[in-house]
């Protein structure tokens, strides 16, 4: 009797819960399981709707004549700078080959200011160097957001004439299938 009574206390908490909990466990399961079926059934009519497309921005920037003209202009604006430079070095080699071969006969006064002299200049060409460095370096970055900026124009332009929902710039991998550089490199050309 003794083990009845103590069995049929186990068993208690589990018919009183066994329905109510079966049912509504059930109905949460089911509903679950609708939600995943309709995900199922209407993500790919979803994304079937959405129009992707991929722009290869560093091989714009590369081909596009608009990048190819700025590059133009920098060695333009750049080469009267690289000429005195050049010019530079050329006056250092002189005075340090003129040294070198005249040292011999030259007194000490004449040593220490020829020295210096090509003390002054090395220091001034690496001073010009840094410093068209930095002018160049400023320079390109200013024309690249140029171009970049007229690349998203008419990357902008090309989405909204042939209704593209999303445009992505640089990723791991896209499908050539939704490539759009070459598209956007002739519009670029194109334009004037």
């Known amino acids: 009797m003794r083990f009845k009574q103590f069995s049929s206390n186990l068993e208690r908490p589990f018919r009183k819960t066994k329905g109510k909990k079966m049912r509504s466990s059930f109905k949460n399961i089911s509903l679950k399981l609708f939600v995943v079926a309709q995900l199922i059934i209407v993500s790919p009519i979803l994304f079937a709707q959405t129009k992707l497309g991929y722009v290869k921005v560093d091989e714009v920037i590369r081909k596009a004549n608009i990048a190819k003209q700025a590059e133009d202009r920098l060695k333009k604006e750049f080469a009267p700078r690289d000429n005195e430079l050049k010019k530079m070095g050329a006056k250092l080699k002189n005075l340090a080959g003129k040294f070198d071969k005249e040292q011999s006969v030259m007194t000490n006064s004449d040593k220490q200011k020829v020295q210096r002299e090509i003390s002054n200049l090395e220091k001034e060409i690496q001073r010009k160097q840094r410093q068209a460095r930095e002018d160049l370096t400023q320079r390109k970055n200013e024309e690249l957001a140029a171009v970049v900026e007229k690349a ?23 499908s050539p299938n939704i490539d759009i550089t070459q598209k956007v490199i002739k519009a670029l050309n194109d334009q004037k």
């Open 152 to 174: 998203r124009a008419v990357i902008k332009k090309i989405a909204i004439e042939e209704k593209f929902d999303l445009i992505l710039e640089n990723s791991v991998y896209a």
